[in-house]
């Protein structure tokens, strides 16, 4: 043989063969199939694969097999090609490594067979293309083992060609490269076929559908151009789909061909710029094949190059725990990696919570901790569940308040551990000494609300945020006053009617061993910024101390009486707002944004997720909600220098006459002196029959 510039030449015409690629989502999706569906079933399944030919040069031509290829439904971009096979999937690995594997090759080659001396290949041309899937799916330890088929129907000889491949651009001119890139765009829009004929006059490149090959071609034609869609990136060979494509040509006209001429069509964008020009051409001498059906190949080599089966170990990603953990990261690692790329989830993932109150706002706050990735979530809380509960805390179900009722708190925790096994929950059941509600001056009574202070105190210093998500008032005050001693966070959120507060409290600068407080004076605080150190607790803006709220109170008064949209707002701003203060670059110490009005709509972020506020102060019956802040109060009966100081000189003692004397926390801040000062007790004893639960 010689090639077109008259030189001796002769080469067997040699294909690339696919590279299989199989999505993760497939194992699990074939998984959910074998366990609910197949079971003992070992039939064939219809299976949909597909192949690209856009891939950057060096990559091998790769066949891929997406997550929902068993669902009959994959949806593919312009320059991929679907695929039809069989998954065999076999229920033992005796059955899988048993299986007469070049029957089972043959069986999809007779198929392919069958199609082109019918022409049904004519209609239909990704017939050519089917292909075989052999798997063996050890649940137990999830590994996979698995073997491709391509088969290829093989002439009865090697094909020769006629020279080497050529780049299309030395053969075709600038002209023709571009008649033919209009024309194949032309012949996609009307079928997305993987093959094609074409014919070259002058400077045109025409194409057309193989099922026209008859009134395509002239009579007395012994040289063809053909071409198809080539996943191959290599220089010198085309890909594995033109193997068969040859045996329908050859079977049915081969005869009255001398030669064909393929052009290896592949298509892609480089640099924002489309370009055919690594596509090749090939041309080689017609074969014949006999009719009766050939020789079949087409089982792929395995990574070591030998015919074999692969096998994929999953173990650390199938387990259902370990996808739900994944698929709950999924969502954040997308929110940092196309919006927020400086969003920091390792520490959202790290923060450490405790719910104090498993009810409607616990139970809703702990679902929106799920939501960002946090990983520890603890609940203390000394009510059961009842008939009412369920429909308004989203923890709870109607069977958890059958028999008296279920503890909230321990419900709570195993409810989660359901919702997300990745979660650490954990629960605790405390009633918190509340001043205002008297301890017996027993030995007994007097231990056990000790030893419920001293669990309080320990679980505090665990823990790096604290939800205050109480019923009342006053059992607030205790967890503030050992939160603001250990500088813990403190995110407070409470419900009225059809009003809510959701704020931060300041974080206190408390040293235990001086007993003393870090204060800054307030004349050298700008309105406009309030350091986060200084700021209000929740009890800042009352001039009484925290006292029994439920006491001569009717029914409607003792319970929280609230839109049941209600707490859904509050509990997502309180949670919103604990992550804002996370990814703040000074963190709780975050000054606090005191924009009036409307101004916060357009006040500059000075955090990756916006404002940091001190209080969100919502109204539902107008829709509408303001950002107040306020600096901390120096005679607060919570979070006062000498209130934090007596806790940690004295301990229970202190508390215990907190507990027991209502007047005293007020004499002991000044604030009994204070309001003799100003004569407004009155005023002050009016505000206490407020909804102060509420603001």
Known sequence: ???????????????????????????????????????????????????????????????????????????????????????????????????????????????????????????????????????????????????????????????VMKGPARPIADVFTQNQVSSLQESYDKLRENCAVPYFLAKITNEKVSLDHIRNWDSFYEKNTDTVTVGFADPCTLLNNPGWPLRNFIAFISFHWGNDLKSIRVICYRDRVRCGVREISHSIIVEFDTVSFQTDFPKCVGWEKNHRQKLGPRMVDLSSTMDPNKLAESAVDLNLKLMRWRLMPELDLEKIAQTKCLLLGAGTLGCNVARLLLGWGV??????????????????????????????????????????????????????????????????????????????????????????????????????????????????????????????????????????????????????????????????CYFCNDVVAPGDSTKDRSLDQQCTVSRPGMSYIASSMAVELLVSVLQHPMGADAIADTSAGEHHLSSEFSSSLGLVPHQIRGFLSRFHQVLPASLAFDKCTACSEIVLTKYVREGFPFLLRAFNIPKYLEDLTGLTKLMEDTKLLDVWEFSEDEDSDAL
């Open 375 to 536: 990983r520890t979530v603890t609940f203390v809380d000394n009510g059961v569940i009842s008939y009412s509960n369920p429909v308004r805390q989203s923890l709870f179900e109607f069977s958890d308040s059958k028999d008296g009722g279920k503890g909230k708190a321990e419900t709570a925790a195993a409810a989660l551990q359901r919702i997300f096994p990745g979660v650490n929950s954990s629960w605790h059941n405390l009633s918190i000494p509340m001043p205002g509600h008297t301890i017996a001056r027993n030995e007994i009574e007097e231990k056990t609300a000790q030893e419920t202070v001293e669990k309080l105190d320990s679980l505090i210093s665990e823990h790096d945020v604290v939800f205050l998500l109480l019923d009342t008032r006053e059992s607030r005050w205790l967890p503030t006053v050992i939160a603001a001693t250990k500088g813990k966070i403190v995110i407070n959120a409470a419900l009225g009617f059809d009003t809510y507060l959701v704020m931060r409290h300041g974080l206190k600068k408390f040293t235990e061993i001086s007993g003393s407080s870090e204060q800054s004076s307030s004349s050298n605080v700008s309105c406009s910024t309030i350091p986060g150190h200084m700021l209000g």
């Open 1 to 159: 043989m010689v090639d077109q510039e008259g030189k001796q030449y002769e080469k067997i015409l040699q294909f690339a063969p696919f590279s299989s690629a199989v999505d993760a989502g497939f194992w699990s999706s074939l998984q959910r199939k074998k366990l609910e569906d197949y079971h003992l079933d070992e039939s064939a399944k219809i299976l949909r694969g597909n192949y690209v030919i856009n891939d950057l040069d060096g990559l091998p031509s790769r066949f891929n097999i997406d997550f929902d290829a068993l669902d009959g439904n994959s949806q593919i971009s312009k320059n991929c090609f679907n695929c039809k096979g069989e998954l065999h999937n076999t229920n033992t690995i005796e059955s899988f490594k048993a299986l007469d594997k070049q029957k089972l090759l043959e069986s999809i080659g007779k198929k392919i067979w069958e199609n082109i001396v019918s022409k049904k290949v004519a209609e239909e041309p990704t017939l050519l293309n089917q292909f075989i899937l052999l798997t063996f799916a050890d649940l137990k330890k999830y590994q996979f083992y698995y073997w491709f088929g391509f088969p290829a129907l093989c002439p009865g000889r090697s094909i």
